[in-house]
């Protein structure tokens, strides 16, 4: 169903792989956009290692839920390393990219699950009643958004992958 990497030897392990999801912050969601266009969105995201889902949170209409509500599949990229090498003529890279499909959550406890677990990344220090507090506030404007993962490969560049050989 999906394609097989070309280059194995730069291939990412699982663990490695949700090792990125773990401590990005932000990511690239791409659904299919109006018109057959792709539409591609910076994202601040949460992944949930229990579930395995990614969370993001959003406006309750605009461009990104239209185009989820036509077409649930949709992937989602994490850049881990960009360190360009110009002497090189290349870029040391790290990189995930998750395929899967797109639900909106809207029924409870799940909602609130999924504006917990981004809280809880962006705000890991702050305590739980004052998360609770600010979660309340925003709450009813949020639309709360998870990806069911189906397929998730990494890549490295050859140079790093060499150096962990």
Same mark, same amino acid.
């Given at each position: 169903?999906?394609?097989? #990497?070309?280059?194995?030897?730069?291939?990412?392990?699982?663990?490695?792989?949700? =090792?990125?999801?773990?401590?990005?912050?932000?990511?690239?969601?791409?659904? &299919?956009?109006?018109?057959?266009?792709?539409? @591609?969105?910076?994202?601040?995201?949460?992944?949930?290692?229990?579930?395995?889902?990614?969370?993001?949170?959003?406006?309750?209409?605009?461009?990104?839920?239209? @185009?989820?509500?036509?077409?649930?599949? @949709?992937?989602?990229?994490?850049?881990?390393?960009?360190?360009?090498?110009? =002497?090189?003529? *290349?870029?040391?890279?790290?990189?995930?990219?998750?395929?899967?499909?797109?639900?909106?959550? %809207?029924?409870?406890?799940?909602?609130?699950?999924?504006?917990? *677990?981004?809280?809880?990344?962006? &705000?890991?220090?702050?305590? %739980?009643?004052?998360?609770? %507090?600010?979660?309340?506030? =925003?709450?009813?404007?949020?639309?709360?958004?998870? #990806?069911?993962?189906?397929?998730?490969?990494?890549?490295?560049?050859?140079?790093? &992958?060499?150096?962990?050989?």
């Amino acid at each position: 169903m999906f394609r097989e #990497m070309r280059r194995k030897k730069q291939a990412l392990s699982t663990e490695e792989c949700i =090792e990125i999801l773990e401590g990005g912050t932000s990511g690239v969601l791409a659904v &299919a956009g109006d018109n057959g266009y792709p539409y @591609a969105v910076p994202l601040s995201y949460a992944f949930d290692r229990k579930t395995s889902k990614i969370y993001f949170h959003g406006a309750k209409k605009g461009h990104k839920l239209d @185009a989820m509500k036509r077409e649930s599949k @949709a992937s989602f990229c994490v850049i881990h390393q960009d360190n360009v090498k110009s =002497e090189k003529y *290349t870029t040391y890279y790290r990189s995930v990219i998750v395929f899967g499909k797109m639900h909106i959550l %809207e029924e409870e406890p799940e909602k609130y699950y999924a504006i917990d *677990t981004l809280g809880l990344k962006y &705000a890991p220090f702050d305590s %739980e009643e004052r998360r609770r %507090e600010f979660i309340q506030k =925003e709450y009813q404007a949020l639309c709360m958004m998870e #990806m069911e993962i189906e397929h998730m490969t990494g890549k490295e560049a050859i140079e790093l &992958a060499t150096d962990k050989r």
